[in-house]
DNA sequence: CGGAGAGTTGACTGTGTTCAAGCACCGTGG
DNA sequence: CCACGGTGCTTGAACACAGTCAACTCTCCG
């Protein structure tokens, strides 16, 4: 079995963006012929990040924001008490992240999962870029509405669902999107979280997310191994 | 003893929009001179909900928006199982939400806690507005990464604090937001929340919220009675 | 006076945590 | 090739925070 190409240290380089497949989707995109050259113009190159290293940390101030190429991250803020809550998780394509673009200083930190690649802007000039086209600021506010929208279903698995119920939602949202980016076939998918990503996400322990897992597995649901996932029964996953 | 305004049937009337204490401070206003005409014109009226009522329901199609000129008001969603989960508090001055103006339906309800008096707008009149003004959208855009942060910092809450933790950060929070609209002294504030909207928002049942309101008081913190609340020692909760 | 709704209290239960030990896997280096 | 050490996963026992259920009180209001 080769490696997979989550834990390599430099995954696929991005080529220009007028290649880039994942341009199209792009928050920062209007579809118009010009567009691939103008953002061409606007990134700043590419950086390549291992696996669990820090992208942000909270209180920086950020001159550069990023677009994840490829590669897994997560967002999360840490407590005094050294807890961790983990806000979401960055996929392929994703934005790393939205907000950044209005904030002098992030609220957040930001971790790799996996090796990563990402591509660089200057805040300032995305920020310009799009005030200037009222089509876009639009799209980008339709963003932050969807991430918004994401983040209360999350509060509402937090205050009112068990954890298996959290658990489950997680995996299939992540399937959902991971499919909607053409990278599973909502049956197997690379899966490089860890128990404590999943429980520091879902506000459990560990030890009790190992716990659900085998309830899963148990019941011929899902099964979670060595940075694979594999859905035996999506039926039952949907659910919830 | 008088009656508490914010139970009254009719909460004051707005006047015009020239005259209106909140307009300043609101997404939609530039702060240029002809702005509050803009708005007056835009304005269709206004409407009085008594306390305890619906004002939209999870899946309407929203053609109006309003924003909540005076009384209290929570957003929220049911589940199956009759669960209810409080996504936010709306206070005087706030809007009823500002993702309406990018969601054909609204994926959330919203019901007043007091009498509550609204101001109304046309969703395409008032999205029409704002994209002709790049300031405003940028402005928009900022309210709305602010309140991605009030939501994450909750899910912080529900994910890694205790009962007794969130239940003091979420009074402070709301004194917080009532002074910066000056209607409070950080000592005492109208309090229209019952122990099971504080359940609800909290991820908590209602009987918990009694026993910790009960520690709170037993500490010396603050006190919460009949729709008022008198904080004792500010220290003491800031320090959540 | 009577009823509804919200808050209070107590006993009991349960979901998820804590702590601790052991195991499996994997990359590294001899 | 194997020994080593680190990290992450598994398991079990004891515990705690918060939930459930049920009875009771208080206040408001008709």
Partial sequence: MPKL????????????????????????????????AIIERLRRGQRGVRAKRSIYREGDVAQEIYVLYDGWAFRYKLLHSGQRQILSFLLPGDPISFPLLHLDRVNFSVRSLTAVTLCIFRRSEMSDYIAARPQLAKQAELICVQAMAATEERLVDLGRRSAYERVGKLILELVDRLHAKGLSDRKEAPFP?????????????????????RQFRANGVLSLHRGRLTIHDPEALAQL
């Fill in 5 to 36: 190409d989550q834990t390599t240290l430099a995954p696929a380089l991005p080529g220009n963006c007028s290649t880039c497949s994942l341009l199209p989707a792009a928050f920062y995109c209007d579809g118009s012929d010009g567009c691939a």
């Fill in 193 to 213: 979280l860890g128990q404590l990503h999943i429980a520091d996400a879902l506000g459990l322990t560990s030890v009790h997310v190992g716990r659900v897992l």
